[in-house]
């Protein structure tokens, strides 16, 4: 009788045994909480929530800001810059433990998945519509055009899906949204003779650099400049110019990659899974025998990719968020299901086929939250936060920054929300860089740095979602990114230094 093989846990492990540590954390950390300042327009005065839950209302002056030692200009809370609870500098206490045992384990997972609903509704909206198209051959027939038109130069679709990618995220924040391209191109790369790690890494990490370099995201320079008290403008340049370089060294990597497996197949990271993902993905696709690309396909196939033209519209200048974007592909959906001709009740069930197919990913999106939620229930975030700041008072200026790097990775990893952390740890950290005489620009970009190399990995970001869409384990991941990951500390702590100079 053979041994059965070991294998990697699955996504839900990983965040399982993640989320038992987490809670395990909220018996050994001590608990605290800093006081919270929020804005309130309709009053024209300030909230505080102190770490005893007592609330105490302020007007809502610069003065009030002042006093409390936020040095942010109050035009940044009246125009909606900062909407979200800032912490108060100094006001850090620690309150009676919250442990999270059995009970709560079981009762996060629901709870993070009710609280990332809107996300789940657009993955499964997203599902649908792709079953519709899968169903009437159109991605086959784009596949097979695109193969065509890039042969002997596969490796453009790298860098142009890398490139593009990299912009959405460094101008808007494109992350979460990047989910609905995973089934859309995997099987285009796969078809180029790539295996699916290249498509995710074209993907995720075009997003990871773009985010991590932003240059004027509103969720992460703009948010955390203003939580500093300083213009997003301020270390720009620096942070584009980290941008290019981190993307090239990234595109570089992986067309290296790609261009040894294209080579030679069995040097892929995923090839004992090759026929699996293959029969997932390219089932039904033949280049040999591939459906007509008529005329009724491009219109569909062109609808869907509007749509993708449309979102980057709604999101970067019309605030809108998952509601209207999930509003926007059930349309789109509908609009193919209409062209397509297959009727309504097989549109229908490949409609509820292809979400199906995305339940796994929906469900994983919930429990990454589910994490967070355990943390902030056990009031162990800011403990962290506290230990943290303490941490770097007091250092060498160049010693400083490099450990606010690292201090910015752990926070990153409990709080994948950039924006959260923004407004969170930046109040906190900025008036550290005046005690060792560093401008509060360079604290900006090491929490973007921070944030942002450990989103790589991190079980409680996007990683453990993505890689479920193409059932690729952890590991394998792991094997792939970790040099690139070391190339991108080491840029990030180059560019750093060098902006400490200044």
Do not use: H
């Amino acid at each position: 009788m053979s041994k059965k093989k070991m294998s990697f846990p699955t996504a839900f492990t990983v965040l399982f045994i993640v989320l038992i540590f987490a809670a395990i954390l909220t018996y050994v950390v001590p608990a605290g909480s800093y006081s919270k300042l929020k804005y309130e327009a309709d009053k024209i005065s300030f909230s505080v929530t102190k770490p005893d839950g007592s609330v105490e209302n302020l007007p809502g002056t610069q003065e009030t800001l002042n006093n409390l030692g936020v040095k942010v200009g109050i035009e940044k809370f009246k125009e909606g810059s900062i909407s979200k609870a800032v912490a108060i500098p100094g006001t850090y206490e620690e309150v009676p433990k919250n442990p999270q045992g059995f009970i709560n384990i079981l009762k996060a997972p629901i709870n993070g998945i009710y609280d990332t609903v809107d996300i789940i509704v657009f993955v499964l909206i997203i599902g649908g519509v792709i079953g519709v198209l899968n169903s009437t051959g159109t991605f086959d027939a784009g596949i097979a055009s695109l193969s065509r038109a890039t042969k002997g130069r596969e490796f453009l679709l790298i860098v142009v899906v890398t490139v593009l990618i990299s912009l959405g995220g460094t101008t808007f924040g494109l992350a979460e949204e990047t989910i609905a391209l995973y089934p859309v191109l995997v099987p285009v790369f796969m078809a180029a003779g790539y295996d699916a790690i290249v498509c995710i890494a074209a993907l995720y990490m075009g997003s990871s650099i773009g985010t991590m370099f932003a240059t004027v995201s509103p969720f992460s320079s703009v948010i955390a400049s203003n939580a500093a008290g300083i213009t997003f403008t301020q270390g720009l340049t620096m942070r584009a110019i980290a941008l290019v370089i981190g993307t090239i060294i990234t595109i570089v990597y992986i067309v290296k990659y790609g261009k040894k497996i294209k080579k030679d197949p069995t040097k892929s990271l995923i090839y004992d899974q090759k026929e699996e993902i293959t029969e997932k993905f390219l089932k039904d696709y033949d280049p040999n025998n591939v459906p007509e690309f008529t005329f009724r396909r491009k219109l569909m196939l062109s609808i869907f990719g509007l749509a993708f033209v449309v979102l980057v519209w709604g999101v970067s200048s019309q605030e809108w968020w998952f509601g209207e974007m999930t509003a926007l592909f059930l349309l789109v959906g509908i609009i193919i299901g209409v062209i397509s001709g297959i009727g309504e009740k097989e549109f229908v069930n490949k409609f509820v086929a292809g979400a199906a197919d995305l339940v796994g990913v929906a469900l994983i999106i919930g429990i990454a939250r589910a994490i967070n939620l355990i943390m902030d229930s056990g009031l162990i975030s800011d403990s962290i936060l506290n230990a943290s700041s303490g941490l770097v008072t007091g250092m060498n200026p160049k010693i400083f920054i490099v450990v606010m790097l690292f201090v910015f990775i752990v926070l990153g990893f409990f709080i994948p929300s950039s924006s959260g952390l923004a407004v969170l740890a930046i109040p906190i950290m900025a008036p550290l860089a005046d005690t060792v005489g560093l401008p509060r620009d360079v604290i900006v970009s090491a929490y973007q740095y921070g944030q942002g190399l450990i989103s790589f990995i991190t079980p409680t970001g996007l990683i453990l979602a993505t890689l479920a869409m193409v059932d690729v384990t952890y590991d394998k991941w792991l094997k792939f990114i970790m040099p690139l990951m070391g190339y991108i500390g080491i840029l990030a702590v180059v560019m750093l230094l060098i902006q400490s100079m200044f």
